[in-house]
């Protein structure tokens, strides 16, 4: 019996040998292949993860940001209204002052220039928050990579500080230099307009326009000066 096995063996034995190529090549592709594919799933693991981590740690600064706009909100309000206080002319009027046309004059420029200081600011205060802080966040995150050292942190405390102290600029003498601008254009288109004379939505948005046009048209002197100081431009640049 096993002599007749033996020589069917020999008689295919190309046939075994092939058989047994293509067994094995299936096997060991079959092997590279789990592997390739663990590899693969690995990698896409890890990637997700690392993509969650990103988004999370965005959402989070998103909402920094947005908490510490409000924070500042109520600086800017009691900034503005301390240079363009309109309460103080109103209470003068309740008075019955001689010159009242004046102080009226007086009070309509001011309104004006405190709605239109008013939202330039806050744009200014939101725009320069985000970029602070996405920038102080975005280095916040690689220095919590990991891998990372922590012995040379990308931000280190003083350089966040350094940072958000740089609103106080937008604050103090940057406030002031935009409500000078601001009133000085208010003053120009609209000083002339009689308190009697109504104006119309069309004629408001005219003057608005004009008021925007000679904020906006300095380009030796572009509005980040209200921002930063000059020695934070000089850094910027």
């Not at 220039?113 to 996405?134: G, K, P, W």
């Not at 609103?167 to 002031?176: A, K, R, S, V």
Request: charged share 20%; proline share 3%; with cysteine.
């Amino acid at each position: 019996m096993f002599s007749s096995v033996w020589n069917f063996i020999k008689r295919h034995k190309k046939k075994f040998i092939f058989t047994g190529a293509v067994v094995g090549g299936v096997y060991i592709f079959g092997r590279y292949a789990q592997k390739k594919i663990r590899d693969i799933q690995e990698k896409e693991a890890t990637e997700y993860i690392a993509q969650a981590r990103r988004q999370f740690h965005f959402e989070s600064n998103q909402r920094t940001c947005n908490m510490t706009v409000l924070s500042m909100l109520p600086p800017l309000r009691e900034a503005v209204v301390a240079q363009l206080n309109s309460e103080t002319l109103t209470a003068l009027l309740k008075t019955k002052p001689a010159n009242k046309l004046e102080i009226w004059e007086d009070l309509k420029i001011i309104s004006f220039t405190r709605t239109i200081v008013a939202v330039y600011s806050t744009c200014m205060l939101v725009v320069l928050l985000r970029v602070q802080l996405n920038i102080i966040g975005g280095y916040l995150y690689l220095d919590n990579s990991v891998g990372k050292s922590i012995t040379n942190p990308l931000a280190p405390a003083d350089v966040q500080q350094q940072y958000l102290s740089s609103i106080q600029h937008l604050l103090g003498d940057g406030l002031t230099e935009l409500i000078t601008v601001v009133k000085r254009a208010v003053q120009r288109s609209l000083g002339s307009v009689s308190l009697k004379q109504s104006l119309s939505l069309l004629e408001l948005e005219q003057q608005l326009s004009w008021i925007r046009a000679e904020v906006e048209s300095d380009s030796e002197r572009p509005m980040s000066r209200f921002l930063l100081a000059d020695d934070e431009n000089a850094l910027a640049e």
